[in-house]
């Protein structure tokens, strides 16, 4: 008599519901690596150009497109083109403030080492904003309004967070900007200003010599592999940070800076 046949070829409840759950997680990794590929290519594109991109079907992408879409995280324009969308401002917001306070023990450091004023800044659109200051312990010292939001061609940060990106990136930014002088020392045309990228990208710092404000240096080094742009400072009178000083606080920043990118690429939170 043959043997009777099990279930063995019928999925329990438990590895349909497992199926289900991997590809819930496979459709959420997937639309979240497409929103990055919108920002990469500047918060607008079309699905054939996210499809060539992506390597998924173009079937895939209308469908977490139009999820998407429907949750406010990506919207059509009139050119049947998708964009980012505004509810993605509010997470970026909030993320941007979190981002400030993990920063704030690696500033702490900066200041315990250097003497000087720490700040974080990211780069926002087409403006540099300060996300986290902590403050030096000298009665002259500088301060920087958490928030603020400066033009990037007369700061070191600003310098810092672009150095690495496209000329013709570069120009088009100041082009949108306008180049104003904030001081005598203001770098105030696209090409000194792509010369003094060039250096950047030579010695791994940006300086603001008297740039942003007379009587005031900043040094500041970008963020490695930060899941934003982000870059990291300090700043003080130029009777402190001076030549001397520099060679001195350069490698504290960066070593501070290697560290806080090994610490946001943690996915443990420590």
Known sequence: ????????????????????????????E????????????????????LSGSSGLPLPTIHRLMRTLVACGYVRQQPNRRYALGPRLIRLGESSAR????????????????TGETANMALLDGDEVVYVAQVPSRHS???FTEVGRRVLPHSTGVGKALLAT???????????????????????????AFLEA???????????????????????????PDSPTAAAISISGPAGRVTDEATQ???????????????????????
């Open 30 to 49: 997937r639309a979240f690596d497409l929103l990055e590929r919108m920002a990469d290519a500047g918060g607008e594109v079309g699905l054939s150009e």
């Open 98 to 113: 979190l981002l400030g306070t993990w920063a704030r023990p690696y500033l702490a450091r900066l200041v315990e080492e």
């Open 165 to 191: 990106t496209p000329p013709d990136e570069v120009r088009a930014l100041l082009a949108r900007t306008g180049m104003p002088a904030a001081t005598a020392k203001t770098i105030t045309t696209p090409d």
């Open 248 to 270: 001195e606080i350069v490698p504290v920043l960066k070593e501070v800076a290697a560290d806080l990118s090994a610490a946001l690429a943690s996915t443990d939170g420590t």
């Open 1 to 28: 008599m043959p043997a009777a046949k099990g279930n063995a070829d019928v999925p329990s409840a438990e590895s349909k519901t497992a199926a289900a759950n991997a590809g819930g997680v496979q459709s959420l």
């Open 140 to 142: 002259m010292r500088m």
């Open 197 to 223: 990228l060039h250096l950047v990208r030579e010695t791994g710092y940006a300086v603001d010599d008297n740039e942003q404000e007379m009587g005031v240096r900043c040094l500041a080094v970008p963020v």
